[in-house]
T-cell receptor, first 115, second 112 residues
């Protein structure tokens, strides 16, 4: 059973460009979460999605950031017009679809560097 | 919203000693408390978790305790080994929301 997959692992963008980060959850998981980790800090929740639905985006900046989890394909976190402050590690996690299992399993992360 | 505080920020122990990391949370609705281990440049790995209907849980050298009344929970690692060196994060989750709130992390260094 493959774990959570993220790509790319490293992404370099110039200020003003767009960044697209992809996440494929574990098999059988349909809950996806995105977290951001600044250097030497903890992880901060950004958004929680289920297939075709954004459930909670309370941690995501209102401008320039968007997320989706289409019926087919990976979840995508999109950052438009990146700025230096967007440089961070972005982790995706997934959890089982139903029942009372709350464990979240993390992908390897995408390290975004804005130059 | 939930706020999780974690102490200490750094912890150095000798190999074979025990290590204890403590966390407090603010939201009484939180009812699931996982602990993650993160090595440098790697993903956070779930190492143990506890739910609010349980006071203690143990898995080999790792144990977690929870005091719901005081709103604090702790990670205990016994017989530490150099490979335990990493950053450890506690987290709290309100299962109605599903978003984890993380502590700021504890850098554990086990000296051989």
């Amino acid at each position: 059973n493959a774990g959570v997959m993220q790509n790319p692992r490293h992404l370099v963008r110039r200020r003003g460009q767009e960044a697209r980060l992809r996440c494929s959850p574990m098999k059988g998981h349909s809950h996806v979460y995105w977290y951001r980790q600044l250097p030497e800090e903890g992880l901060k929740f950004m958004v929680y999605l289920q297939k075709e639905n954004i459930i909670d985006e309370s941690g995501m900046p209102k401008e320039r950031f968007s997320a989706e989890f289409p019926k087919e394909g990976p979840s995508i976190l999109r950052i438009q017009q990146v700025v230096r402050g967007d440089s961070a590690a972005y982790f995706c996690a997934s959890s089982p679809s139903a029942g009372s299992s709350y464990e979240q399993y993390f992908g390897p992360g995408t390290r975004l560097t804005v130059t | 919203g939930e706020n999780v505080e974690q102490h200490p920020s750094t912890l150095s122990v000798q190999e074979g000693d025990s290590a204890v990391i403590k966390c407090t949370y603010s939201d009484s609705a939180s009812n699931y408390f996982p602990w993650y281990k993160q090595e440098l440049g790697k993903r956070p790995q779930l190492i143990i978790d506890i739910r609010s209907n349980v006071g203690e849980k143990k898995d080999q050298r790792i144990a977690v305790t929870l005091n719901k009344t005081a709103k604090h929970f702790s990670l205990h690692i016994t017989e530490t080994q150099p490979e335990d060196s990493a950053v450890y994060f506690c987290a709290a989750l309100d299962t109605g929301r599903r978003a984890l709130t993380f502590g700021s992390g504890t850098r554990l260094q086990v000296q051989p």
